[in-house]
């Protein structure tokens, strides 16, 4: 028999006004699928991307959200190695601002008893995309300087641990003295308070007057160019975000002399179409919070309060993850 199921969606692209919660028919999983009772979803800033149109959506309506962490309820015909009761997680696939939802077993993956669901929960994208930008668009060394802006948001304090247990030295952007206290609790050698500090000038300081080797910029905008000049010759910048303004096409010549850098646009979203690099990815995450990645968790809210988790987000107001849960018992905002 088919159940109700609280959903977090849109009718249509828009501003954080447009979530509404919804009750929808979820039937039992189908053959191959595994039904999830979720715990928590993560909201990152590729949600806002969808439900504001800077990336399209295949339908509406549409159920938000990308990566979640729950309970196995129920198996689908052919489903092995899954057992009711099991914690697990998974990431890329929407539809995840939901109470519970059936997803594709080979997606699913479990979570040890000794790794924090909500961590999971918030810190599986991320840990992916850390992994993608490490250990693929440009290998990590020990020793490389990495500049990490917006280093005390989500993604910024993952990729800040991840590059520092990997040997790396990493100075970071953030916009207050407590966000800069965070980044440096959580790996961060250096601090730039942005509005109070040209950014450029302290990384090219910290690369040793030549600037860094590896930039990753989330923000977008007019920041993107600024992080070019940040960026010592022939080292890499990466854009994987437009949280401060859509980035505008980029005349290659911007990234030749006197700059000579490389750089690249890699999308976690395609990263993870391909099954052996989802695996990897997801692994790698598991491993690193095995070994203690920490994933804060700045905002928890109810799904009846998602719009104001995004305008949250949106606004810059949060530190460490942001969660989702259908339950309204034990929300904390930090």
């Known amino acids: ?9 849109i009718h249509r692209q828009g501003g954080a006004e447009e979530l509404e919660v919804e009750r929808l028919a979820l039937a039992p999983p189908a053959a191959g699928e595994v039904r999830v009772r979720q715990v928590a979803a993560g909201v990152n800033f590729l949600d806002v991307y969808y439900r504001n149109g800077l990336y399209p959506l295949a339908q509406l309506p549409a159920t938000l959200g990308v990566e979640g962490a729950g309970v196995v309820e129920a198996l689908g015909a052919g489903v092995t190695g899954f057992v009711p009761g099991q914690r697990v997680a ?37 840990g992916v995309t850390a ?51 965070l980044a440096l609790a959580h790996g961060a050698e250096r601090v730039v308070l942005y509005r109070e500090e ?3 000038a302290a990384a090219r300081d910290f690369g040793g007057g030549r600037g860094v080797d590896y930039a990753i910029d989330g923000i977008g905008g007019t920041n993107l160019l600024r992080t070019f000049d940040a960026v010592r ?15 505008e096409p980029l005349d290659l010549m911007q990234i030749a002399a006197p700059r000579a850098l490389a750089f690249a646009r890699p999308s976690v979203m395609r990263f993870m179409t391909e099954p052996e690099l989802y695996r990897e990815g997801v692994q790698a995450t598991l491993a690193r919070l095995a ?10 809210l109810p799904f009846a309060r998602a719009a104001e988790a995004h305008a949250a987000l949106e606004a810059g107001r949060t530190s460490g993850a942001v969660l989702l849960r259908p339950d309204t018992g034990d929300q904390k905002i930090a």
């Open 1 to 9: 028999m088919d159940e109700l199921i609280e959903h977090v969606r």
């Open 90 to 126: 998974y990431t890329g696939l929407m539809g995840a601002y939901a109470a519970a939802r059936n997803v594709p077993a080979e997606r699913l993956v479990a979570v040890p008893d000794d790794v924090d669901l909500d961590a999971v929960a918030g810190g599986l994208l991320r």
């Open 131 to 181: 992994h993608m930008l490490f250990a693929h668009v440009r290998q990590l060394r020990p020793g490389d300087t990495v500049l990490v802006h917006a280093a005390a948001g989500g993604l910024g304090l993952v990729l800040t641990q991840w590059a520092s247990a990997l040997g790396a030295r990493v100075i970071g952007t953030v916009g207050s003295r407590d966000k800069a206290a």
């Open 233 to 247: 010759p022939y080292g890499m910048a990466v854009n994987v975000g437009q949280a401060g303004g859509k980035v």
């Open 198 to 200: 040209d950014f450029v």
């Open 291 to 300: 070994a203690g990645l920490r994933v804060p968790v700045g905002l928890d």
